[in-house]
């Protein structure tokens, strides 16, 4: 079975400033990570994925995650935050084969702060 | 356009009453879900369908029913033995070996 955990329930953080949100899993095969945002009574929509390949992974709205496989991390990184970007981030895992379901951690609120 | 579509977007419903949360999609994907969310508790699933007349149950499938008559369809009744239904229900469906898609959601109320 696999877990996650971010570590982080709420990030507070001002415009135009960098923003590390962290993630760790548990797993006892390999993964696939994800991670998705949601806005306010909607559903979630998925930022980026890792699959295979590259550890660093780039995705939409200028986020960008790196996986540490000894680390079993896979923390969710901008350079510089807008205030568009305050919302709900979750981070899941699944096992590497087939259409298993993912799980997902409890999420991190980003607030970005004018 | 390809997507999930959730009806109602929103849902009241008494206490003693099964309520039914319609689940399409048309993004011809086999597996499908549905997640509970609650504030501070991420998403925790309920039911699952990898495959049209298959399913399995997630962490919290009591008080939960499904049904996978087509592949387009994933309909989840909260029965009257669900003793805290008040939650936001999401559906998805998935890809072999690729990210799940959301729907936007139905929000569940019990008066």
């Known amino acids: 079975a696999q877990s996650v955990t971010q570590l982080d329930s709420q990030v507070p953080v001002f415009e135009e400033a960098p923003v590390e949100l962290r993630c760790n899993y548990s797993?006892?095969?390999?993964?696939?990570l994800f991670w998705y945002v949601q806005y306010p009574n909607q559903g979630l929509q998925l930022l980026l994925k890792?699959?295979?390949?590259?550890?660093l992974v780039k995705g939409i709205n200028g986020f960008e995650a790196e996986f540490n496989k000894s680390q079993t991390s896979f923390h969710l990184r901008k350079p510089s935050v807008h205030i568009s970007d305050t919302a709900e981030y979750f981070c899941a895992v699944s096992q590497n084969s087939g259409n298993t379901p993912l799980v997902f951690g409890k999420g991190t609120r980003l607030s970005v702060i004018a | 356009d390809g997507g999930i579509t959730q009806s109602p977007k929103y849902l009241f419903r008494k206490e003693g009453q099964n309520v039914t949360l319609s689940c399409e999609q048309n993004?011809?994907?086999?597996?499908m879900y549905w997640y509970r969310q609650d504030p501070g508790q991420g998403l925790r699933l309920i039911y699952y369908s990898q495959i049209v007349n298959d399913f399995q149950k997630g962490d919290i499938a009591e008080g939960y029913s499904v049904s996978r008559e087509k592949k387009e369809s994933f309909p989840l009744t909260v029965t009257s033995a669900q003793k805290n239904p008040t939650a936001f229900y999401l559906c998805?469906?998935?890809?072999?070996?690729?990210?799940?898609?959301f729907g936007p959601g139905t929000r569940l109320t019990v008066l």
């Open positions: 998805a469906s998935r890809p072999p070996e690729g990210a799940q898609f």
């Open positions: 797993s006892s095969v390999s993964v696939y």
């Open positions: 890792y699959l295979s390949g590259s550890t």
């Open positions: 993004l011809n994907h086999d597996a």
